[in-house]
């Protein structure tokens, strides 16, 4: 690793001990219960942040080759997780069967060789037509549309979407060297803008944007989650090829992407009658509760950075 992603890397470390020691104090503190209930979601949630951060941070130390491995991991799960609140019959079993370990190892062997006019059409044309064409040979119509958009659905958002993170290691922009930085970008700022937004809606958070899919996003918490996280973005312009603006910019533009896609996925839940898509991660649901930002955020971000910033 060079420095600057060492000096990042450093960074977080100490902002995870920091949020720590202010989980215990408010632990200590705090004495209402419906405080006490927030303070110990609270630090379920740095908890998970632990895990998560170390994970992270193998992925970054281990280099492209881990880094693909554990985000093909990370849409298995999540796939897996899309899949259960879905409805399925017997017949789709072999649709199925090919997307886990056809579709999904493809897309991110695409990757992995940086075939970049394959990666980026592979869901879209060849997932697309693939799910229909095996499920049209198990011989059963009922509720054929419904079934294949399903599995058509968590393969773009969980495998097409989520491998757009990793996809970033293998741009190559004039004068810059650190791609993982690129990596750590999104995924700071993306995860950041979700607990401004979570905070800022404890402590301002009236009006309600969506009540009946997501009763605690709220305009306050919105407006300053991704003010805060932007103004992050911004400040984290010298580990990116990114001016201060450009900076900015991009994280602004995260930012939204991940506001909309968590608050897709959290229209699916419900309209499936559950709150988490899985227990997975203690004090954050599932697996895609953790990464449902990224869904919307990777791809977009990837080909604005590859459009403006490489040859």
Request: aromatic share 14%.
């Amino acid at each position: 690793m060079d420095p600057i992603t060492i000096d990042l890397l450093t960074c977080l470390l100490g902002l995870l001990v920091v949020a720590s020691g202010i989980g215990a104090l408010l632990g200590f503190t705090v004495k209402s219960e419906a405080g006490r209930n927030t303070v110990a979601n609270l630090n379920a949630r740095i908890r998970s942040w632990w895990v998560m951060c170390l994970i992270f941070g193998l992925a970054m130390v281990g280099g492209p080759s881990l880094s693909l491995g554990l985000f093909a991991l990370t849409s298995f799960f999540a796939l897996r997780e899309f899949l259960t609140l879905t409805l399925t019959r017997r017949s789709d079993h072999l649709a199925l069967f090919g997307a886990f370990f056809l579709l999904l190892p493809l897309q991110y062997y695409f990757v992995a060789v940086k075939w970049y006019g394959m990666f980026s059409i592979f869901m879209p044309v060849f997932g697309f037509l693939f799910v229909p064409m095996v499920a049209a040979l198990a011989d059963d119509h009922q509720d054929f549309l419904a079934r294949t958009a399903k599995v058509q659905w968590g393969l773009m958002v969980c495998v097409y979407g989520v491998s757009y993170a990793p996809a970033l290691l293998t741009l190559e922009i004039p004068g810059f060297t650190g791609a993982a930085r690129l990596l750590f970008f999104l995924v700071c700022v993306a995860q950041l803008s979700d607990v401004f937004q979570y905070v800022w809606g404890k402590l301002l958070g009236k009006h309600r944007i969506a009540p009946r899919i997501s009763p605690n996003k709220t305009v306050e918490g919105l407006i300053g989650g991704i003010a805060s996280a932007t103004g992050v973005g911004a400040a984290l312009y010298w580990a990116t090829p990114f001016s201060p603006l450009q900076a900015a910019a991009m994280a602004f533009l995260v930012c939204v992407l991940g506001f909309f896609g968590g608050l897709t996925m959290s229209a699916i839940k419900r309209d499936r009658g559950v709150k988490d898509w899985g227990t997975m991660i203690e004090g954050h649901g599932g697996m895609m509760d953790r990464i449902d930002s990224l869904c919307f955020a990777a791809p977009v971000f990837f080909h604005t950075t590859r459009y403006f910033f490489t040859p």
